[in-house]
C-alpha cells in the first residue's frame, strides 16, 4: 500500500506538464478523468473510511457548481473566489443536515441523500435565481493558458484530495472514522464524538465534491439540473470506487483512471452502445470484484 | 364547476394506479430487502411489450396484462437467479448499485430497439369521458383505477389467503422463524421476485394506455414507487396502497396550486421528513430488513 501511495503521488506530479505534449482531445479526456477521480476521493472519505454510502452524494456537485455559476454572474466575483465559497457552501450544507440525516444507517441513508439529490436538482428546475430548467450560461474563460487552465485544476484537485485521503489513513482523525466505520457504537463509548466526526467527515467530502463541482460549470460554460444532478455521475464514481477498493488510498485512483479510460474508449468507438456496455460494466464490476482491486485493510 | 371536487376524484383515479404500481417494489422491498432501482424500467418493459402486442399482434393491453404478468415473473425469477441471489451476500448498498446498473442496461437496451420517440398505444376507447353531476371523468382513467384495485385485491387475498401467499409473508416478518416452520427461503424469494415484476410489468400494461412513454421514463417512475413505499411504510399491501393515494393527492393538488413543476419537489419533501422522522412510514409494519 505505502509504495502504491507513492505511485500515486509521482504519477499525479508527472501529469502537471503533461499538456505541453498532449493533444486538444486528450487533454480534455484526462481532464475528465481527474474529475471522476476527485469525486471518488471524496467519497473514500466518507463511505471508505466512514462507512456511510451517501448515494445522492452528486447532489453537492450540483450545489457547488450552481453556486458558483451564480456568484459569478450574479454577484461578479472572479473564478477563483466563487469556486472556493462555491465549495464551502456545498460543505456548510452538508454539516448543517448531517446530524439529522446519519442518525440513519445503510440503505436509508444512502437513498435519503438521493432524495436530497432529486428534490435539488427539482428546486434548481424551478427557482428564478438559478435560471429553472434552463439553467445559466457561464462566460468562456480566455485568461492565462486558456482552456488548459482546467486540466490544472482537476489535477489540483485531485491532488488536494488524494493528500486529504492520505491524512485520514494516517491520523488520528482518521482513526475515529474507521472506528464508526467498524462499529459506531464502540466508538462512542469509547470517547469518539461520532456526530462530530461523521459530519465533519460529510463536510469535507461536500467540500471537495462542490469544488469539482464548480470547475466543471465553468469548464462546460452551460449549466443546468438534469446536468449537474446526473444520477449516472454519481453511480460512475461509486463504481470506481468500488471497483478500485474501498477504503483505500489508491484504489481511487486506480479505479477512477480504469473505468473513465475504457469508458471514453467504447463511447467514441460505439456511441450507440455507450449505456448498454456501462450497464454491463456496472453489474460486473460488483458481482465479480465486490472487493475492489485493492482489498481494504479491516480495523 | 368544483375544482376541488374534481381534484379529488383526479387524485383517487391517479391513486388506484399508483398503488398498484408500486406494490411489487414494496413486496420485494420487505421481503427479500432489495431496493430494485431497476423497476421502474420494468414497467416500461411492460409498456413496450404490451404496445408490441397491441401493434403486430392487435392484442388490447388490457387484454395483454396476463402475457406481461407471466413474461414478468419469468424475466423477475431469471434475474433473481442470474444476479441478485449473488448480489444477496453483498451490502445492501452494492445491490443499490447492481440495480441501478441493471436500469442502465435495460433503459439503454430499450433505446437501441424503439429509439428514443415517445411511444403511445391508442386503443379505441382513449379520448372518451363522461360527466358525473358536475365532474369530468376520463373513462380510461377510471378503467384504469378499476383495473388496479381488483389486482390489487387479488394479491391481498393471495397474501392472506393462500399458503404460498402466508408463507411470503412469513419470510418477511421472519426469515429464521419462517425456516423453523419448514419454508424454503430461497424459493420463496424466487416467488417474491417473479410475483414483485410481474406485477410491474403489467403495470407497465396500464401505463401505456394512460400516457406516452420513451426508454428513459423508468428512473421517474422509480422515484415515484419509491416515494410511495416510504410515505405509506413496508410490510403490508395497505401501507402501499396509503402511500399511492398520499402520493397522488400531493402531486394532483401542488401541481394545480403550485404549479406542475414543483409536485416532485413537495413530494420529495415530504418524503425526507418522513424518513427522518417516522422512517417506517405512515402505515410500516415490522419486516426483516430492519431487524437486522
Known amino acids: ?299 | 364547476m368544483d375544482t376541488g371536487l374534481q381534484l379529488l376524484i383526479e387524485s383517487l383515479l391517479l391513486g388506484g394506479f399508483y398503488s398498484f404500481m408500486a406494490v411489487g417494489f414494496a413486496l420485494i422491498w420487505g421481503v427479500l430487502n432489495i431496493l430494485n432501482l431497476a423497476y421502474g424500467s420494468y414497467i416500461i418493459l411492460g409498456a413496450y411489450l404490451s404496445l408490441f402486442l397491441f401493434r403486430y399482434a392487435g392484442l388490447d393491453p388490457i387484454l395483454s396484462i396476463p402475457v406481461s404478468f407471466a413474461t414478468g415473473f419469468l424475466f423477475g425469477i431469471l434475474v433473481q437467479k442470474l444476479i441478485f441471489n449473488r448480489a444477496m451476500k453483498l451490502e445492501p448498498f452494492m445491490v443499490l448499485i447492481i440495480s441501478f446498473g441493471l436500469d442502465v442496461l435495460i433503459s439503454n437496451a430499450l433505446n437501441l430497439l424503439f429509439k428514443a420517440d415517445v411511444r403511445s398505444i391508442n386503443v379505441s376507447y382513449g379520448g372518451d369521458s363522461f360527466l358525473l353531476g358536475e365532474v369530468i371523468i376520463s373513462k380510461v382513467k377510471l378503467l384504469v383505477f378499476v383495473l388496479s384495485l381488483l389486482l390489487t385485491f387479488a394479491l391481498y387475498l393471495f397474501l392472506n389467503r393462500t399458503w404460498t401467499g402466508k408463507a411470503i409473508r412469513a419470510v418477511a416478518l421472519d426469515r429464521d422463524g419462517a425456516m423453523l416452520v419448514g419454508i424454503n427461503p430461497s424459493q420463496i424469494f424466487l416467488i417474491t421476485a417473479g410475483l414483485g415484476t410481474a406485477i410491474s410489468f403489467s403495470s407497465g400494461n396500464l401505463y401505456g394506455i394512460l400516457q406516452g412513454f420513451t426508454p428513459f421514463d423508468g428512473g421517474l417512475l422509480t422515484v415515484k414507487v419509491f416515494l410511495i413505499s416510504i410515505l405509506g411504510g413496508l410490510g403490508r399491501i395497505e401501507s402501499a396502497v396509503a402511500g399511492g393515494f398520499l402520493l397522488a393527492f400531493i402531486e394532483i393538488f401542488s401541481s394545480f396550486y403550485m404549479g406542475e413543476g414543483w409536485k416532485l419537489f413537495v413530494a420529495l419533501a415530504v418524503m425526507v421528513g418522513v424518513l427522518i422522522f417516522r422512517p417506517r412510514g405512515l402505515l410500516g409494519s415490522k419486516y426483516y430488513g430492519e431487524a437486522q
Open chain 1, 1 to 299: 500500500m505505502e509504495k502504491l501511495s507513492k505511485l500515486v503521488l509521482v504519477l499525479t506530479l508527472l501529469m502537471y506538464p503533461l499538456p505541453l505534449i498532449l493533444s486538444g482531445y486528450w487533454e480534455r479526456v484526462l481532464a475528465s478523468v481527474f474529475m471522476l477521480t476527485s469525486l471518488t476521493y471524496a467519497q473514500n472519505v466518507l463511505l471508505g473510511y466512514t462507512g456511510y454510502p451517501a448515494f445522492g452524494a452528486i447532489a453537492f456537485f450540483g450545489v457547488g457548481g450552481y453556486a458558483t455559476a451564480i456568484l459569478m454572474i450574479k454577484a461578479g466575483l472572479p473564478f477563483g473566489v466563487a469556486l472556493i465559497v462555491g465549495g464551502l457552501v456545498a460543505s456548510l450544507l452538508a454539516f448543517a443536515i448531517a446530524p439529522a440525516l446519519m442518525r440513519l444507517k445503510s440503505h436509508y441513508f444512502a437513498i435519503t441523500t438521493l432524495a436530497l439529490q432529486i428534490a435539488l436538482a427539482e428546486l434548481f428546475a424551478n427557482l428564478d435565481i438559478t435560471g429553472g430548467a434552463y439553467g445559466i450560461n457561464l462566460p468562456i474563460y480566455r485568461g492565462f493558458l486558456g482552456t488548459q487552465i482546467f486540466y490544472h485544476i482537476f489535477l489540483s484537485i485531485l491532488l488536494g484530495s488524494f493528500l486529504v485521503n492520505l491524512f485520514i489513513e494516517k491520523s488520528r482523525f482518521g482513526y475515529a472514522l474507521k472506528a464508526i466505520r467498524e462499529d459506531e457504537i464502540a466508538a462512542e463509548s469509547s470517547g469518539v464524538n461520532t456526530v462530530l466526526f461523521k459530519s465533519v467527515a460529510f463536510g469535507i467530502m461536500a467540500f471537495i465534491t462542490g469544488l469539482v463541482g464548480g470547475t466543471y460549470a465553468y469548464w462546460i460554460t452551460y449549466i443546468d439540473p438534469e446536468s449537474m444532478f446526473d444520477p449516472l455521475l454519481s453511480v460512475k464514481m461509486f463504481v470506481a470506487l468500488l471497483f478500485g477498493g474501498v477504503g483505500t488510498v489508491a484504489g481511487p485512483f486506480i479505479g477512477a483512471f480504469s473505468l473513465e479510460l475504457v469508458s471514453e474508449l467504447v463511447w467514441s468507438k460505439f456511441v450507440e452502445l455507450h449505456g448498454v456496455v456501462l450497464g454491463v460494466i456496472i453489474l460486473l464490476v460488483i458481482l465479480l470484484l465486490p472487493g475492489g482491486v485493492l482489498k481494504s485493510r479491516s480495523g
